[in-house]
């Protein structure tokens, strides 16, 4: 374990102060060790996998951060899967994908872990990860066992891990069933997905969706240049709130929001992490004052943010 270690890099959206004590997991016995150690001793412990959906504060991380790179997976002829946390989503899909099991498709292009991925109930094209776990090996109470999913109360994009005070939970590995799928079949849904996904993907440096989208049909009904698609479906994408309210191109310091997607948070050269959660919270503003509905962040602040005083963009 090594101290005062910067996370910037091992974030997306590169920007952050350092972690108190720093640790890389290479294997679910390593994970597990540190979890632990850390709930049987009262440290707090905050694993990152491709640290592609969090923004650590500049003040830093107490306690523990543990990088999870622990990425074995174990596949039975009947498409059970195991698999450690640290391992890639997308890496998860070729591998099962290439034995002949389906069910992940949309995976492609999501970057991050598995650990990551359960924590938001990651996924896209009406699917997501939740779906096909039939056990978790978690370390919790200090005690290391397998549990049924249940645990993690998921719901679209969300998860017990992500509740304001959540509870001391490490994921260690996955349990998860897939069906048989012919491999053309398997291979020419994900590329229809992956190419959707060209044109639409942020540029590096970015977190993805900074908010979530909103479910509420009254406010999809109201807006008459929504597509028809959405309106009926009562969603109205993040993006095009931000859009409306001007954000697209926005920027302060090194944060901006994307021209060609509001609703991708980029770093343009240097910014801080104050740089960008000020920038979220104008939007957010700006979007409230507009529409009179909060929007979400999907992005997790981790560490201290205390001290934290958003900065105010000059308008002209
Ligand atoms: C270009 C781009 C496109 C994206 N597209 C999508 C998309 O289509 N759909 C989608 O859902 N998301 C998308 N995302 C967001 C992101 O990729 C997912 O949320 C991803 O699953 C996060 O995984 P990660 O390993 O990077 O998580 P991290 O950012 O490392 O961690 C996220 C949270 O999970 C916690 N955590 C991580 N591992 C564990 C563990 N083992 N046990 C307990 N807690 C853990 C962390 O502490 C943190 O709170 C996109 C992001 C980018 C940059």
């Known amino acids: 374990m090594t101290s005062n270690e910067s996370l910037s890099p091992y974030c997306s959206l590169k920007a952050g102060g350092t972690a ?15 979890a632990i150690y850390a709930q049987q001793n009262g440290h707090t412990l905050t694993v990152i996998g491709g640290g592609s959906n969090l923004l650590p504060s500049d003040a830093g991380v107490p306690g523990i951060v543990a990088v999870n790179q622990s990425r074995g997976i174990w596949m039975s002829r009947t498409g059970e899967v195991i698999a450690e946390t640290g391992v890639w989503f997308q890496e998860l899909f070729l591998k099962t994908a290439q034995c002949g099991f389906g069910g992940l498709e949309y995976a492609v292009g999501i970057p991050g872990s598995v650990g990551g991925a ?3 109930n990651a996924g896209a094209y009406r699917s997501n990860i939740s779906e096909h776990l039939v056990e978790l090996e978690v370390v919790q109470d ?3 066992k397998w549990v049924s999913p249940d645990i993690m109360e998921f719901s679209y994009r969300d998860s017990i891990l992500r509740s304001p005070t959540p509870p001391a939970l490490v994921v260690l590995r996955i349990k998860i069933q897939l069906p048989a799928r012919p491999q053309k079949e398997i291979f020419d849904e994900a590329r229809d997905y992956q190419r959707q996904r060209i044109g639409k993907q942020p540029p590096p440096a970015s977190a993805g969706s900074f908010f979530k989208n909103i479910n509420d049909h009254e406010l999809a009904q109201s807006l008459s240049n929504l597509p028809e698609r959405l309106k009926s479906a009562g969603v109205v994408p993040a993006g095009y709130l931000l859009e409306n309210a001007g954000m697209a191109g926005f920027r302060l310091g090194g944060a901006m929001l994307a021209t060609r997607h509001a609703n991708f948070m980029l770093n ?11 920038l979220a919270k104008y939007a957010r503003d700006r979007v409230f004052a507009q529409y009179g509905r909060d929007l979400e962040e999907e992005v997790l602040y981790l560490g201290d943010w205390s001290q934290f005083v958003p900065l105010v963009p000059e308008v002209n």
Do not use: K, M, P, Q
């Open 142 to 144: 200090g005690e290391r």
């Open 20 to 34: 108190e004590w720093f640790y890389r997991a290479f294997h679910a016995d390593e994970l597990a060790e540190v």
């Open 118 to 120: 359960l924590v938001s």
């Open 268 to 278: 343009v050269g240097g910014a801080t992490a104050t740089e960008i959660r000020s």
